[in-house]
T-cell receptor, first 117, second 109 residues
Framework: NAGVMQNPRHLVRRRGQEARLRCSPM?????VYWYRQLPEEGLKFMVY????????ESGMPKERFSAEFPKEGPSILRIQQVVRGDSAAYFC???????????????FGPGTRLTVT | AQSVTQLDSQVPVFEEAPVELRCNYS??????LFWYVQYPNQGLQLLLK??????LVKGINGFEAEFNKSQTSFHLRKPSVHISDTAEYSC???????FGQGTTLQVKP
């Protein structure tokens, strides 16, 4: 059973370009979470999605950031008009049960390291 | 509001020495706590979790943590560390995983 997959592993974008980060959850998992890790900081929750629904986006910046988890295909985190401050590691996690159930376990992908030049 | 604090950003320790990584939480609701480990260039891996019951939780790789409600702590311990334990350790709390700032454990030979 393949784990959570993220691609690309490294992404370099110039200021003003768009960044698209992809996450394929573990087989059978229908809940996806995105986290951001800025340099020298801990992981920060961004958004929680189920298939075709955004459940909790309380950690998402109000502008330029969006996420989706379509019925078919991976979850996508999109950052429009990137700025240097967006440089970070972005981690995706998936779980098999509802995010509000604390007994679940989130399985993490290896992350995408975004560098904005 | 829920929050998690890891007091030490870096913990250097010699091989085979004991180690404790500190984690304190604040929460006005039920508490469910986790420790994750992140090896270089890898994703996070669950070390152990506390949901209820026994306050001493044993995890993988010889790590254990003790839930202390009176001190609102969930410190991670290992009696004897190896070089391979060098990694980033993150304490997290409940549903959408509110993480602490992370602690880098550096094991020296």
């Amino acid at each position: 059973n393949a784990g959570v997959m993220q691609n690309p592993r490294h992404l370099v974008r110039r200021r003003g370009q768009e960044a698209r980060l992809r996450c394929s959850p573990m087989k059978g998992h229908s809940h996806v979470y995105w986290y951001r890790q800025l340099p020298e900081e801990g992981l920060k929750f961004m958004v929680y999605l189920q298939k075709e629904n955004i459940i909790d986006e309380s950690g998402m910046p109000k502008e330029r950031f969006s996420a989706e988890f379509p019925k078919e295909g991976p979850s996508i985190l999109r950052i429009q008009q990137v700025v240097r401050g967006d440089s970070a590691a972005y981690f995706c996690a998936s779980s098999s049960t509802a995010g509000q159930n604390p007994t679940y376990e989130q399985y993490f992908g290896p992350g995408t390291r975004l560098t904005v030049t | 509001a829920q929050s998690v604090t890891q007091l030490d950003s870096q913990v250097p320790v010699f091989e085979e020495a004991p180690v404790e990584l500190r984690c304190n939480y604040s929460s006005s609701v039920s508490v469910y706590l986790f420790w994750y480990v992140q090896y270089p260039n890898q994703g996070l891996q669950l070390l152990l979790k506390y949901l209820s019951g026994s306050t001493l939780v044993k995890g993988i790789n010889g790590f254990e943590a003790e839930f202390n409600k009176s001190q609102t702590s969930f410190h991670l311990r290992k009696p004897s560390v190896h070089i391979s334990d060098t990694a980033e350790y993150s304490c997290g709390n409940t549903g959408k995983l509110i993480f602490g700032q992370g602690t880098t454990l550096q094991v020296k030979p």
